[in-house]
């Protein structure tokens, strides 16, 4: 059986490395390796693809020693549907074999690293079995979300049957590359105010509109504007690693920004936006006009309601400045989280190794109860107890007592009060829209922006993505709804920029979750709002588990804990347009067959 599930034999590859200077005539290498001693050399793909260092499309003058050769293993230690990762002595790379072709590639996800060779091979693509991104085998060119770089692909040949790879080194060091972009051809003072896209908000929605814009052959103004200080980083990080630095976070310098002509304005918060006469007026009283306006503002805190002093050590966590700060207070003293969204639970976690005692409130019985369910939110909680932290469910603040503007203790509405140093208010969020309700651009009755499944407003030339919007989900018969997921913004601002250069396309992935917590990682994808079943398979006490959400008849959501790459597997499945049937995964949870999802290989699926 092939894909991610096949079992490759236990070969040992002996690697045999090729001192390349011995090699003549290799400045008419041509790009495809033909008219070269390397003329049966498969370049992964057809031109075009690749970046311009990219080892796969060699340059007439490149220099032999930025590049390795080695023989990595005979043609038949791999089967059709097999990865595998080899080393070329100066760095590692994922070998493929499909339909009889050798491909070669970067082995980790550039997203956080995640090892390929783990993930799930299907139809020309690999996905990734931590957070479910996909690379073209050929090409390296990324095609699903989360992240915003591609792969290396390398050159492979067989001679003798030996496969033989040929990488450039930096690229096997990097294990990432970044697609080419356009530059702006105009030149345009960073005062005009004027832009030909203006894009609020710096998030992965905002980001990627930006660099998709670049990577089509965009070549006017683009200016993104931020409330934050910083350029643009990663926000889920924050929850999970609070003492990292928004340096140690950030998705993209502001270096990379200036070479690619995408501006950035920081610190910049809309007042509000006039579509009459498509202009975007700042706090600050700047205004800019735009020819195209995309508004990736994302969510802020639910505001709470309770009485009492203000204090300066309630947070809610939005900035690398706000982890920061939570992380430093909460040191051998006593911390407070209020709300059991996967944010507050995340803060939770990673505060049990830091602080003295670590609180949790929450209004529900079990936390992740609506998003996991009852089962699942047991365990979760089960695992939170085992590591000190406390729990007051069914509870809500009543009151807030500090002392020289420093919390000192939280006063529920049962009575109990808690002592806290710290207090972080993780109680869900709503969309930020304030700044548009008198623009005429639609907000249905929550603050939500709706779009279209171009990402386009009821107002021409307004485009919006990510937590902010409602837009129609195919696998829900096109029912408008919100996905606030790192992955799902990705997706949306790429799905706006490519409709902004009149090139229709659609939010067609499977939307794809994670969580982390005491070295523990949820993984999650599909939309199981208003499921009414759950089926689980494999250990809850072991933490070690799937679970298949249900609704009706039908799987539309699945979660898992260390049975990767199940919940990638299942995204394949669901992103074909197949469906699973809840009565095949209750056969399979009856026989004992954790995981075991061969049977839609068996249907045709693969």
Same mark, same amino acid.
């Given at each position: 059986?092939?894909?991610?599930?096949?079992?490759?034999?236990?070969?040992?590859?002996?690697?045999?490395?090729?001192?390349?200077?011995?090699?003549?005539?290799?400045?008419?290498?041509?790009?495809?390796?033909?008219?070269?001693?390397?003329? %049966?050399? +498969?370049?992964?793909?057809?031109?075009?693809?690749?970046?311009?260092?990219?080892?796969?499309?060699?340059?007439?003058?490149?220099?032999?020693?930025?590049?390795?050769?080695?023989?990595?293993?005979? &043609?038949?230690?791999? #089967?059709?549907?097999?990865?595998?990762?080899?080393?070329?002595?100066?760095?590692?790379?994922?070998?493929?074999?499909?339909?009889?072709?050798?491909?070669?590639?970067?082995?980790?996800?550039?997203?956080?690293?995640?090892?390929?060779?783990?993930?799930?091979?299907?139809?020309?693509?690999?996905?990734?079995?931590?957070?479910?991104?996909?690379?073209?085998?050929?090409?390296?060119?990324? #095609?699903? !979300?989360?992240?915003?770089?591609?792969?290396?692909?390398?050159?492979?040949?067989?001679?003798?049957? *030996?496969?033989?790879?040929?990488?450039?080194?930096?690229?096997?060091?990097?294990?990432?590359?970044? /697609?080419?972009?356009?530059?702006?051809?105009?030149?345009?003072?960073?005062?005009?105010?004027?832009?030909?896209?203006?894009? &609020?908000?710096?998030?992965?929605?905002?980001?990627?509109?930006?660099?998709?814009?670049?990577?089509?052959?965009?070549? %006017?103004?683009?200016?993104?504007?931020?409330?934050?200080? $910083?350029?643009?980083?990663?926000?889920?990080?924050?929850?999970?690693?609070?003492?990292?630095?928004?340096?140690?976070?950030?998705?993209?310098?502001?270096?990379?920004?200036?070479?690619?002509?995408?501006?950035?304005?920081?610190?910049?918060?809309?007042?509000?936006?006039?579509?009459?006469?498509? =202009?975007?007026? !700042?706090?600050?009283?700047?205004?800019?006009?735009?020819?195209?306006?995309?508004?990736?503002?994302? @969510?802020?805190?639910?505001?709470?309601?309770?009485?009492?002093?203000?204090?300066?050590?309630?947070?809610?966590?939005?900035?690398?400045?706000?982890?920061?700060?939570?992380?430093?207070?909460?040191?051998?003293?006593?911390?407070?989280?209020?709300?059991? @969204?996967?944010?507050?639970?995340?803060?939770?976690?990673?505060? =049990?190794?830091?602080?003295?005692?670590?609180?949790?409130?929450?209004?529900?019985?079990?936390? !992740?109860?609506?998003?996991?369910?009852? *089962?699942?939110? /047991?365990?979760?909680?089960?695992?939170? #107890?085992?590591?000190?932290?406390?729990?007051?469910?069914?509870?809500?603040?009543?009151?807030?007592?500090?002392?020289?503007?420093?919390?000192?203790?939280?006063?529920? *509405?049962?009575?109990?009060?808690?002592?806290?140093?710290?207090?972080?208010?993780?109680?869900?969020?709503?969309?930020?829209?304030?700044?548009? *309700?008198?623009?005429?651009? $639609?907000?249905?009755?929550?603050?939500?922006?709706?779009?279209?499944?171009?990402?386009?407003?009821?107002?021409?030339?307004?485009?919006?993505?990510?937590?902010?919007? =409602?837009?129609?989900?195919?696998?829900?018969?096109?029912?408008?709804?919100?996905?606030?997921?790192?992955?799902?913004? $990705?997706?949306?601002?790429?799905?706006?920029?490519?409709?902004?250069?009149?090139?229709?396309?659609?939010?067609?992935?499977?939307?794809?979750?994670?969580?982390?917590?005491?070295?523990?990682?949820?993984?999650?994808?599909?939309?199981?709002?208003?499921?009414? %079943?759950?089926?689980?398979?494999?250990?809850?006490?072991?933490?070690?588990?799937?679970?298949?959400?249900? +609704? @009706?008849? #039908?799987?539309?959501?699945?979660?898992?804990?260390?049975?990767?790459?199940?919940?990638?597997?299942?995204?394949?499945?669901?992103?074909?347009?197949? =469906?699973?049937?809840?009565?095949?995964?209750?056969?399979?949870?009856?026989?004992?067959?954790?995981?075991? &999802?061969?049977?839609?290989?068996?249907?045709?699926?693969?």
């Amino acid at each position: 059986m092939g894909g991610c599930f096949s079992k490759p034999k236990a070969v040992e590859v002996k690697v045999e490395l090729s001192l390349l200077e011995k090699e003549k005539d290799l400045d008419g290498l041509s790009p495809n390796g033909k008219a070269s001693p390397f003329a %049966d050399c +498969r370049p992964n793909g057809a031109l075009g693809h690749g970046s311009e260092d990219d080892s796969s499309l060699l340059p007439l003058n490149f220099k032999t020693r930025d590049y390795v050769e080695a023989c990595v293993c005979h &043609i038949k230690d791999l #089967e059709n549907g097999q990865m595998r990762e080899v080393d070329l002595g100066s760095g590692r790379a994922l070998l493929i074999k499909e339909h009889g072709e050798f491909f070669a590639m970067g082995h980790k996800c550039p997203h956080y690293g995640a090892p390929l060779v783990k993930g799930v091979l299907s139809k020309g693509h690999v996905r990734c079995p931590w957070h479910g991104a996909c690379f073209n085998v050929a090409t390296g060119d990324i #095609e699903d !979300f989360p992240g915003l770089d591609s792969l290396p692909v390398f050159q492979v040949r067989v001679e003798k049957e *030996k496969v033989i790879i040929r990488a450039n080194k930096q690229a096997l060091q990097t294990q990432k590359r970044s /697609k080419p972009m356009a530059r702006c051809s105009s030149v345009i003072h960073s005062n005009t105010g004027f832009s030909h896209v203006l894009i &609020i908000g710096s998030g992965p929605a905002a980001l990627v509109c930006a660099e998709t814009l670049r990577q089509e052959g965009f070549t %006017d103004r683009i200016v993104m504007c931020t409330m934050d200080r $910083h350029p643009p980083y990663d926000r889920p990080k924050l929850s999970k690693s609070l003492e990292s630095t928004a340096e140690q976070l950030r998705l993209r310098s502001v270096d990379f920004l200036q070479d690619h002509d995408i501006e950035l304005l920081t610190e910049k918060e809309v007042a509000a936006v006039d579509v009459k006469t498509r =202009t975007v007026t !700042f706090e600050d009283g700047l205004k800019m006009e735009y020819r195209k306006l995309f508004i990736a503002t994302g @969510s802020k805190p639910k505001p709470m309601n309770y009485k009492g002093n203000e204090v300066k050590n309630v947070f809610h966590l939005q900035t690398p400045e706000d982890a920061n700060s939570i992380a430093r207070l909460a040191n051998n003293k006593n911390a407070v989280i209020v709300g059991t @969204s996967f944010v507050g639970m995340e803060v939770a976690a990673a505060l =049990t190794d830091k602080a003295h005692s670590v609180s949790v409130i929450g209004i529900e019985s079990l936390p !992740f109860k609506k998003a996991l369910g009852e *089962k699942v939110g /047991k365990v979760i909680m089960k695992l939170f #107890e085992a590591n000190r932290v406390k729990f007051y469910m069914l509870n809500e603040v009543s009151e807030m007592i500090g002392h020289h503007g420093q919390l000192k203790e939280v006063v529920l *509405k049962s009575g109990k009060v808690l002592r806290a140093d710290v207090c972080v208010i993780g109680a869900g969020s709503v969309p930020a829209s304030g700044f548009l *309700k008198q623009s005429g651009i $639609h907000l249905d009755s929550k603050g939500f922006i709706t779009v279209n499944k171009m990402m386009q407003t009821n107002v021409e030339g307004v485009f919006a993505g990510g937590d902010v919007v =409602t837009f129609p989900f195919p696998q829900r018969n096109n029912k408008k709804v919100n996905i606030p997921h790192w992955q799902m913004a $990705h997706v949306h601002g790429r799905v706006a920029a490519l409709s902004m250069m009149g090139r229709a396309s659609e939010a067609k992935t499977v939307p794809y979750f994670w969580s982390a917590m005491f070295g523990k990682t949820i993984r999650y994808a599909g939309y199981g709002d208003g499921f009414d %079943d759950v089926i689980i398979q494999g250990d809850l006490d072991e933490l070690r588990f799937v679970a298949f959400y249900t +609704r @009706s008849e #039908e799987v539309v959501a699945v979660a898992s804990m260390n049975y990767d790459p199940i919940v990638s597997r299942v995204v394949e499945v669901l992103g074909s347009g197949k =469906t699973i049937k809840k009565r095949d995964v209750e056969m399979l949870a009856r026989l004992g067959k954790t995981g075991d &999802i061969s049977w839609l290989i068996d249907k045709g699926f693969h």
